[in-house]
């Protein structure tokens, strides 16, 4: 068993699974599964049907073959675009019989379903590709019906062909609205149906494999996962904050390998030799070793070429963005590193509060921590450096109280999880000693995790700033915090995920020396707060609400539909530091003048409920001149908010002012502006942060300037050290 992880895993089409473009040639789909494949599939059967392991163990039988059917043709065709409602009752044969083909480790049938499918993708990009040598008439009433969740299957081609005719309507004139010319289009839309055709012809077995042990997987609750070697060693990385290659993000772009951001502090930015939309079209390993011509590779090779042990070096041939396709490429050098992903680091900030209302100004600090990481194997090498969430953040924290800031943010937005080891101790930085997380396992044993370390990183004022994305790990943290009423909870109800999962190495049991038959992220249990209540299915509701940029009908854990019920348990003996109820009514009312007068905030307001009205339309309309009067209608508001930042003096970087559809795929875009345009919004305004922060100074001060109401909310506070002022 490796770390126990609370991250989220969201489940993506197959097609999603390939990267854009074509592969190296060495690793064609093989006709029927491999003899390791075929053990892999005993090993996850013997696994997610035993209750020693699995949370929630279920019968692999006839019922549950059934299901497993739906969910792999779901995961081959989400949006029913390529298989006809004949195609998929030529499937029903196999109904009754995936569940003897997963025991038997024949899963023969996912090749033959997976067969049929790349054909009838084939068909259809060829007849939307047919469709780009005429034209399009965009003046009549026609609507494309985009949301295909909920609908049948299409009864034939025929109708599928009417289907695509629209999507190809709907693509043209994007881009005619954009401004480009015919000609443009036809060519800019031929290479996009090419490449997603491209990408399915390119997908490996592994990829077909896992894709159809996850539609078992699936059906025994939504966060069990099955990982080949390669996306396990990805995830792993992820959750350990680190690699060891040259620090840069790469990216499919036509048949080319592109460079699309560098690492901070890796060795490909170090060098000043790379840069955003140069183009990868050699590899070499050493100072010596044969170059290897790349292009046309998947991005997922071209990676795993590049990567390597710390203190080996790589060669690269580079054709610089700027430069014509044919350029001679440029030979660069470069020595691999351990990198630590910076994206996914806390980071540090601060938000200076004005004085208002006879308050002084404050200041608040902000830590935003988009993962709870932590590098499990350099932690057990004693590796005093190794990356962990908790030790960034109580570095950042050191830091506020040197310079006596007057509250703390701490900003679990997006959040979607990580280590539960990590959720622990970060709760330890903010609380005494005392229990964190409940964790009830599947024969009803329950054990308490406790931080045992005496102190505190800040005793000060805190809030945990929430939204629908923030998820597991950042439920354990918000809900003990709310539980001991050790802070305050803002934002939107979190995502409800209270179950947690464990990385299982399939090759423990042959003990293979290399990796042969991949991970299984198994749910091994459910966690509770503090309190007793779980988190499942209904998350953590804040103690002052933003509006829910979510509909929780579209995102979440209650969308599953074989997620776990909510429930509670006993609760854990724990010290009450305050108890916010009845400060909240003045917290809102306070929050309420405050944003009917903040221009920032209503407009983030008025765009989540555009958001939200487009959302539940489900098509939009073929007809140009409606489809640009929509345009003109949301380039008028673009305009008129950029003349009132102006009279307000809200700097913007001209880099986001223009925000119009350019009908364009991100792959199909200028690297450079776009990695350009991404760091600019990275550094604009944000007014829910800075809202949350104002929140936070209101209670400060309210608590500050009464003492009976101070006495009520804050009663173990005051005598423990807490939220002094």
Same mark, same amino acid.
């Given at each position: 068993?490796?770390?126990?992880?609370?991250?989220?895993?969201?489940?993506?089409?197959?097609?999603?699974?390939?990267?854009?473009?074509?592969?190296?040639?060495?690793?064609?789909?093989?006709?029927?599964?491999?003899?390791?494949?075929?053990?892999?599939?005993?090993?996850?059967?013997?696994?997610?049907? $035993?209750?020693?392991?699995?949370?929630? @163990?279920?019968?692999?039988?006839?019922?549950?073959?059934?299901?497993?059917?739906?969910?792999?043709?779901?995961?081959?065709?989400?949006?029913?675009?390529?298989?006809?409602?004949?195609?998929?009752?030529?499937?029903?044969?196999?109904?009754?019989?995936?569940?003897?083909?997963?025991?038997?480790?024949?899963?023969?049938?996912?090749?033959?379903?997976?067969?049929?499918?790349?054909?009838?993708?084939?068909?259809?990009?060829?007849?939307?590709?047919?469709?780009?040598?005429?034209?399009?008439?965009?003046?009549?009433?026609?609507?494309?019906?985009?949301?295909?969740?909920?609908?049948?299957?299409?009864? +034939?081609?025929?109708?599928?062909?009417?289907?695509?005719?629209?999507?190809?309507?709907?693509?043209?004139?994007?881009?005619?609205?954009?401004?480009?010319?015919?000609?443009?289009?036809?060519?800019?839309?031929?290479?996009?149906?090419?490449?997603?055709?491209?990408?399915?012809?390119?997908?490996?077995?592994?990829?077909?494999?896992?894709?159809?042990?996850?539609?078992?997987?699936?059906?025994?609750?939504?966060?069990? $996962?099955?990982?080949?070697?390669?996306?396990?060693?990805?995830?792993?990385?992820?959750?350990?904050?680190?690699?060891?290659?040259?620090?840069?993000?790469?990216?499919?772009?036509?048949?080319?390998?592109?460079?699309?951001?560098?690492?901070?502090?890796? @060795?490909?930015?170090?060098?000043?030799?790379?840069?955003?939309?140069?183009?990868?079209?050699?590899?070499?390993?050493?100072?010596?070793?044969?170059?290897?011509?790349?292009?046309?590779?998947?991005?997922?090779?071209?990676?795993?070429?590049?990567?390597?042990?710390?203190?080996?070096?790589?060669?690269?041939?580079?054709?610089?963005?700027?430069?014509?396709?044919?350029?001679?490429?440029?030979?660069?050098?470069?020595?691999?590193?351990?990198?630590?992903?910076?994206?996914?680091?806390?980071?540090?900030?601060?938000?200076?509060?004005?004085?208002?209302?006879?308050?002084?100004?404050?200041?608040?600090?902000?830590?935003?921590?988009?993962?709870?990481?932590?590098?499990?194997?350099?932690?057990?090498?004693?590796?005093?450096?190794?990356?962990?969430?908790?030790?960034?953040?109580?570095?950042?924290?050191?830091?506020?109280?040197?310079?006596?800031?007057?509250?703390?943010?701490?900003?679990?937005?997006? +959040?979607?999880?990580?280590?539960?080891?990590?959720?622990?101790?970060?709760?330890?930085?903010?609380?005494?000693?005392?229990?964190?997380?409940?964790?009830?396992?599947?024969?009803?044993?329950?054990?308490?995790?406790?931080?045992?370390?005496?102190?505190?990183?800040?005793?000060?004022?805190?809030?945990?700033?929430?939204?629908?994305?923030?998820?597991?790990?950042?439920?354990?943290?918000?809900?003990?915090?709310?539980?001991?009423?050790?802070?305050?909870?803002?934002?939107?109800?979190?995502?409800?995920?209270?179950?947690?999962?464990?990385?299982?190495?399939?090759?423990?049991?042959?003990? +293979?020396?290399?990796?042969?038959?991949?991970?299984?992220?198994?749910?091994?249990?459910?966690?509770?707060?503090?309190?007793?209540?779980?988190?499942?299915?209904?998350?953590?509701?804040?103690?002052?609400?933003?509006?829910?940029?979510?509909?929780?009908?579209?995102?979440?854990?209650?969308?599953?539909?074989?997620?776990?019920?909510?429930?509670?348990?006993?609760?854990?003996?724990?010290?009450?530091?305050?108890?916010?109820?009845?400060?909240?009514?003045?917290?809102?009312?306070?929050?309420?003048?405050?944003?009917?007068?903040?221009?920032?905030?209503?407009?983030?307001?008025?765009?989540?409920?555009?958001?939200?009205?487009?959302?539940?339309?489900?098509?939009?309309?073929?007809?140009?001149?409606?489809?640009?009067?929509?345009?003109?209608?949301?380039?008028?508001?673009?305009?008129?908010?950029?003349?009132?930042?102006?009279?307000?003096?809200?700097?913007?970087?001209?880099?986001?002012? $223009?925000?119009?559809? $350019?009908?364009?795929?991100?792959?199909?875009?200028?690297?450079?502006?776009?990695?350009?345009?991404?760091?600019?919004?990275?550094?604009?305004?944000?007014?829910?942060?800075?809202?949350?922060?104002?929140?936070?100074?209101?209670?400060?001060?309210?608590?500050?300037?009464?003492?009976?109401?101070?006495?009520?909310?804050?009663?173990?506070?005051?005598?423990?050290?807490?939220?002094?002022?």
């Amino acid at each position: 068993m490796l770390a126990l992880s609370l991250g989220l895993a969201l489940a993506a089409p197959l097609a999603l699974l390939a990267r854009a473009g074509a592969g190296n040639g060495s690793d064609a789909l093989p006709s029927a599964p491999t003899s390791d494949q075929a053990t892999t599939s005993r090993l996850v059967y013997g696994l997610l049907s $035993d209750s020693r392991y699995a949370y929630r @163990p279920r019968a692999l039988d006839d019922a549950l073959s059934q299901d497993i059917l739906k969910r792999y043709l779901d995961t081959l065709d989400p949006g029913k675009v390529f298989l006809t409602a004949q195609d998929v009752a030529g499937f029903s044969k196999y109904a009754t019989r995936l569940d003897d083909a997963i025991k038997s480790g024949q899963v023969d049938p996912a090749w033959a379903m997976f067969a049929l499918y790349r054909q009838r993708v084939g068909e259809r990009i060829g007849y939307a590709r047919g469709l780009l040598k005429g034209g399009f008439d965009f003046s009549g009433n026609e609507r494309y019906e985009y949301d295909r969740k909920d609908v049948p299957w299409a009864a +034939n081609g025929a109708a599928l062909d009417a289907l695509w005719k629209q999507s190809v309507k709907n693509d043209w004139l994007r881009l005619k609205l954009a401004g480009k010319k015919p000609d443009e289009i036809r060519k800019t839309l031929d290479k996009r149906y090419a490449n997603m055709l491209d990408s399915i012809n390119e997908l490996k077995g592994d990829e077909v494999f896992q894709s159809f042990l996850n539609a078992y997987a699936a059906a025994i609750d939504p966060h069990t $996962d099955y990982m080949t070697p390669r996306s396990a060693t990805n995830f792993n990385m992820t959750i350990s904050n680190s690699l060891e290659g040259i620090g840069a993000v790469l990216f499919k772009q036509d048949d080319m390998v592109v460079v699309r951001e560098m690492v901070p502090g890796g @060795p490909a930015l170090r060098s000043g030799k790379l840069k955003p939309g140069d183009r990868i079209v050699g590899v070499g390993q050493g100072a010596s070793g044969e170059m290897k011509d790349v292009i046309g590779w998947r991005t997922d090779d071209v990676v795993d070429l590049i990567r390597g042990a710390a203190n080996t070096q790589v060669r690269l041939d580079v054709v610089a963005a700027e430069a014509p396709l044919d350029s001679k490429p440029v030979r660069v050098l470069l020595t691999r590193a351990k990198v630590r992903l910076e994206d996914a680091r806390a980071k540090a900030e601060s938000i200076s509060l004005p004085a208002a209302n006879g308050e002084p100004a404050r200041r608040i600090g902000v830590i935003k921590l988009p993962g709870f990481y932590q590098d499990v194997e350099a932690r057990r090498r004693r590796d005093d450096d190794y990356a962990s969430a908790t030790k960034d953040v109580a570095r950042m924290l050191a830091q506020f109280r040197a310079q006596k800031m007057d509250g703390v943010v701490l900003d679990l937005r997006g +959040n979607g999880g990580g280590s539960l080891s990590e959720a622990i101790e970060l709760t330890g930085l903010f609380i005494d000693k005392g229990p964190v997380v409940q964790v009830r396992e599947s024969g009803g044993r329950v054990s308490v995790e406790d931080d045992d370390k005496p102190g505190v990183a800040w005793d000060g004022p805190l809030a945990v700033l929430v939204n629908r994305g923030s998820a597991s790990a950042s439920e354990i943290v918000a809900g003990a915090i709310q539980d001991y009423g050790r802070g305050l909870v803002i934002g939107e109800t979190t995502f409800g995920k209270g179950t947690v999962q464990n990385m299982v190495d399939l090759d423990r049991w042959p003990a +293979n020396e290399e990796p042969r038959f991949g991970q299984v992220k198994l749910t091994i249990a459910q966690f509770f707060r503090p309190g007793g209540s779980s988190t499942q299915n209904k998350g953590v509701v804040p103690d002052v609400a933003f509006p829910a940029s979510v509909d929780a009908s579209e995102y979440g854990e209650s969308t599953y539909d074989n997620a776990l019920p909510w429930t509670r348990i006993a609760a854990a003996p724990h010290v009450q530091y305050g108890n916010f109820a009845g400060l909240l009514g003045k917290l809102d009312a306070r929050h309420d003048a405050r944003i009917a007068k903040d221009v920032e905030f209503q407009w983030w307001v008025e765009d989540v409920a555009k958001f939200r009205e487009e959302q539940a339309k489900k098509s939009v309309s073929l007809n140009e001149a409606e489809r640009r009067a929509e345009r003109d209608k949301f380039d008028a508001q673009r305009k008129q908010r950029a003349e009132q930042r102006k009279q307000l003096g809200i700097a913007l970087d001209p880099l986001l002012d $223009d925000a119009s559809d $350019d009908g364009l795929q991100a792959s199909e875009r200028n690297v450079a502006k776009d990695v350009a345009r991404e760091e600019a919004a990275k550094k604009s305004r944000d007014p829910l942060l800075r809202e949350s922060a104002a929140i936070l100074g209101d209670a400060i001060g309210l608590l500050g300037a009464d003492a009976k109401l101070s006495a009520q909310v804050l009663p173990q506070a005051r005598s423990a050290g807490h939220w002094t002022d």
